[in-house]
Each structure stands twice: as structure tokens, then as C-alpha cells.
């Protein structure tokens, strides 16, 4: 790939690191405006402060980025590591917990932490799936939640019994204007939501197991 100019060289990096301009804006910071503009037009000028963790990135030389140099002939072209640093720590809280989140956000001095790489609230939080037999999710799973989106048709959501010590996580069905909630275990059944009886403490984003 020498003799290539920076939007040729970004494009073949791409490619051969099967990485999408979101997953690369997650792992560098660089923002995404700024990839798709590389990406795209041919005069793009970028500052050295976008290029240099875009080749940090690839294990790369600036020079070699924006194509002055060859690339090293040892380059693992299709392995990358996920830059985690820049990524949005989530506190990893309980099931207790959950029921006044984030009202005592303060109460938890040093919380475990879940890194994500979706764009979330700052009163986002994780839970851990403690237990198996739940349908679509393996023991040890971490749940990422935001509280400040409201629960659609077939999303997952937290939610609290008032008369319970603890939330429940449930399968949010809506059908001709009421609002039902699956538990997971199938020994269970579907209750119907009652406002004066339940609350949302937030729905599930994303679920992960390399957390």
C-alpha cells in the first residue's frame, strides 16, 4: 500500500480491520465527524491531535498513516485491541440497589465499573445477571441500563414491585394500549403493569459478557 494518500490508506485500514467508523470513534476519541470526513474527502487536512490515536490505534507511524510511508511488513492486518480508556465507565451496582438509582449515587464510594461503548446518560448503571434459567441471558451477563429512556414494545426493563426490596428485570410487551410484563423465567407469568404498583428504573442497552 505505498504511494497512497491518507483517505486510500484509511479506507484500506479499514477494510482489512473489519472496523466500522463507530467502533474506531469509541476506541480513539477522535470524532466521528472528523473519521467520516478522512474517510471521504480527498482534502481532508486533519490535526495531528486526530491523526496521532488513529495510528496509535494501528500500530502505526503518523507518516505511515497518511501514506508517506509503507506500512510494516509484520503488521497484523485484521487484529486490533480495544482501547477501553476511552470508553464510558458504568457503575456496576445491585439489584438493591437499582430501586433508588440514582438517588444514592453518593452512598457508593468506589463502585465496580462496566466499560461500554454505547452512548449512554450520565445516570446509566449495570447489573449482574446473578442467576440462570433467565431465557436470552447467561449467568454473569452485565446489564447496561439507563434509567432516562422508557421502555418500548419487546425492550428489556428494570423494574420495581413498590412492596419489594429488590428490581426485577422483565420483557416489556404492549398490546392494544397495556403495557405487560414477562419475567424471564419461564416458571413465572405475566403480570400487567400497574403504575401504582411498579415502576421503570430504566431499560437494557446492551448486554455483555466480556465485561
Not at 159 to 172: G, L, S
Amino acid at each position: 500500500m505505498k504511494g497512497q494518500n491518507l483517505r486510500e490508506r484509511f479506507e484500506n485500514l479499514l477494510a482489512e480491520y473489519k472496523i466500522s467508523l463507530a467502533q474506531l470513534h469509541k476506541n480513539t476519541g477522535v470524532p466521528l465527524t472528523t473519521l467520516k470526513r478522512i474517510k471521504n474527502d480527498l482534502f481532508a487536512n486533519p490535526t495531528l491531535s486526530s491523526l496521532a490515536p488513529i495510528a496509535d490505534f494501528f500500530s502505526i507511524t503518523i507518516n505511515q498513516l497518511v501514506g508517506i510511508d509503507p506500512l510494516p511488513t509484520d503488521l497484523p492486518l485484521g487484529v486490533y485491541i480495544e482501547k477501553r480508556d476511552t470508553w464510558t465507565a458504568v457503575p456496576l451496582i445491585s439489584w438493591e440497589q437499582a430501586i433508588s438509582w440514582p438517588n444514592c449515587q453518593n452512598e457508593i464510594s468506589k463502585p465496580n465499573v462496566i466499560s461500554t461503548d454505547i452512548e449512554l446518560s450520565k445516570s446509566a448503571y449495570a447489573l449482574e445477571v446473578l442467576e440462570d434459567g433467565w431465557l436470552g441471558f447467561l449467568k454473569n451477563t452485565k446489564l447496561i441500563i439507563d434509567p432516562s429512556i422508557q421502555p418500548k414494545n419487546k425492550s428489556y426493563a428494570v423494574v420495581h414491585k413498590k412492596d419489594e426490596r429488590e428490581a426485577t428485570f422483565k420483557q416489556i410487551l404492549i398490546h392494544d394500549g397495556a403495557i405487560y410484563l414477562k419475567p424471564l423465567n419461564p416458571d413465572f407469568e405475566t403480570t400487567v403493569f400497574d403504575a401504582n404498583k411498579y415502576e421503570f428504573k430504566g431499560v437494557l442497552l446492551q448486554a455483555r459478557m466480556d465485561a
